[in-house]
């Protein structure tokens, strides 16, 4: 099958989130499973760092080629991508991010035919992306190139919508018929997520259980109607993880590597992140860890009315993100009162967040929703048990008999999983099943990239 992958980010390429993960391996997983892939997207000018070889195409194209021989393509607009940032900069998303991202939707569409990859499918991922089925639709319905190929959109995030002034939309180059309560328009607004819901061919979402959410108010983000009426197109599929990165038998930025068969050494690991924190290098208090943007999503609010309480359990916290500027000042307060027991870094810092993962007793995942999750997946691997609030992707995969979860959203709850974790670490003997237990756990990309095959293979027959 030829497999058109569209993705806004891409790792190594530039990467702001799991997105970018995802894109970067599901390529690879299609491709050892001998399928044709290409895949596209701009041309950021963070690409250069990534260290890949970077040929030209032509004037308009770069590309590398990633796994043995998938072709990731870059198109180039010195204008609109060579900027530091891939969204915004310290001022906010940029003002011209539609004209940006439409520019990268038809020259994605431009791109297929001048190479001749006639994808049987072009697999979209969230808004940036959502142009390419309105495109198809409105612009090359009767082009025969593209008369075979069916859309598949993967919603990350539906809170992320892309929503732009409608006076914006005689830019696009689309009929205006396609600007509708049928099409892109939103309470009078441009909404491309909501035009890529309506003309892709079918719709799935990174955990089976976030396919659900999105179709409550609670969390359809004022798309739930359009999603109910389509319940029959959408579908959930776990993301995986690259084993080939997060693996503490083969991890290189870590202080000892170890097994599930040969776990002993993990506690060198808790010895240096303990002396990275300024912890007591103690192995009887328990070590938990948040890897995490620091936002309200992903609970800060509810673990900022909790922290006093949580820092005087005999236990220690440490914290590695970047993000909102209220919890970064709650933060290093509490780090300031309590600096036995709580270590902040208000960064990102790739070899450091191996270390956590490593050294870590019980990885933290309050987020108030979690479209996937990736963190609790990577900790199961690394002996770190997942604490977490039940939603999305941590409800799919966390149980009372993996880890710690919490139903209602509210400080007290949080508090009291805590509490559990920390008198769980106690029992050594059952603490050492646990452990053992979650590094066999296997979420690897394999049977995702399986899943993702048997989706292309009924949006193809989709009429």
Known sequence: ??????????????????????????????????????????????????????????????????????????????????????????????????????????GALKLLKEIGFAAEIIHLHDWQACLIPVYLKDKYSSDDFYRRTKTLLTIHNLGYQGIFPKEEFAGLGLDKKTFGINGLEYYGKINLLKGGLLYADLINTVSPAYSREIQTEELGFGLQGILKNQSNRIFGILNGVDYKIWDPRTDRHITRNYSALDPGPKAENKAELQKICGFKADPGVPLFAIVSRLAEQKGF??????????????????????????????????????AQNISVHFKFDEPLAHQIYAGADIFVMPSRYEPCGLGQLIAYKYGAIPLVFKTGGLADTVTDKSGFVFERYHKDDLIREFARGVEAFRDKKSWAALVRQAMQFDYSWVESGKKYLELYRKAVEVR
């Open 1 to 106: 099958m030829k497999i058109a992958i569209c993705s806004p980010e891409v790792f190594p390429f530039a990467k702001t989130g799991g997105l970018a993960d995802v894109a970067g391996a599901l390529p690879l997983v299609l491709e050892e499973l001998g399928e044709e892939v290409a895949v596209m997207m701009p041309a950021y000018k963070c690409i250069r760092q990534a260290g890949a070889d970077i040929r030209k195409l032509n004037k308009d194209i770069s590309f590398s080629v990633i796994g043995g021989k998938t072709k990731i393509y870059f198109l180039e607009n010195e204008k609109l991508f060579s900027r530091e940032g891939i969204y915004g900069d310290k001022h906010g998303d940029y003002p011209d991010n539609l004209e940006r991202f439409s520019f990268y939707c038809r």
């Open 301 to 338: 609010d509810i673990l900022s009315e909790a922290i006093d309480a949580i820092c005087a359990m005999r236990l220690q916290l440490v914290i590695l993100g970047e993000g909102e500027a209220k919890y970064r000042q709650l933060l290093q307060k509490a780090a300031k009162k309590h």
